[in-house]
């Protein structure tokens, strides 16, 4: 907006209009009229009127600095209030996922130990390791397959497994 279009506004005491504009278009007439006239009169008609937009200007921008900074505060404080109750929320959250995490976590743990202490093969060991460990020696000391496998009352099939071991 220009100049005369401001000085407009101000002769027929359009306030509504003025206020209207922005501060730095006020501003900016403020200084543009400071410098294009003289204003060493006193009275003249557009010293007045430079007055009127001075203290309009003033107005504005006193109620306009204080009411936007108040609702400013009082937007920023809610918002506060909201961030901090979905902060709560997410922390009771965030606690009963770690509770929920340690429970699977030793589930885990039971399962892996469970399958560390199964067998390699699909079916449970019949024969512990010192058991195996004695068919191994009695066939290394020159018995045959059948002689060890009726001594221990086992199959030759299960001799041969023990000694692939």
């Known amino acids: 907006m220009d100049l005369?279009?401001?000085?407009?506004?101000?002769?027929?005491?359009?306030?509504?209009?003025?206020?209207?504009?922005?501060?730095?278009?006020?501003?900016?007439?403020v200084i543009m009229l400071n410098r294009r006239y003289n204003l060493e009169k006193a009275n003249s008609p557009l010293n007045k009127q430079l007055e009127a937009v001075e203290k309009l200007q003033l107005d504005i921008i006193n109620k306009t600095d204080i009411g936007w900074f108040n609702s400013r505060i009082n937007?920023?404080?809610?918002?506060?209030?909201?961030?901090?109750?979905?902060?709560?929320?997410?922390q009771e959250?965030?606690?009963?996922?770690?509770?929920?995490?340690?429970?699977?976590?030793d589930r885990l743990d039971e399962l892996e130990q469970g399958l560390a202490d199964m067998p390699k093969a699909g079916r449970p060991e019949k024969y512990d390791a010192d058991f195996r460990a004695k068919v191994k020696a009695y066939y290394n000391d020159g018995h045959t397959y059948r002689g060890t496998a009726d001594f221990f009352k086992i199959s030759t099939n299960t001799v041969g497994r023990i000694l692939k071991e």
């Open 4 to 29: 005369k279009e401001i000085m407009q506004m101000a002769k027929a005491g359009n306030r509504a209009g003025l206020a209207a504009l922005p501060k730095d278009s006020l501003v900016e007439a």
């Open 75 to 90: 937007d920023m404080e809610r918002q506060l209030i909201e961030t901090e109750k979905e902060r709560d929320k997410l």
């Open 93 to 105: 959250k965030n606690e009963e996922l770690d509770e929920m995490l340690q429970c699977l976590q």
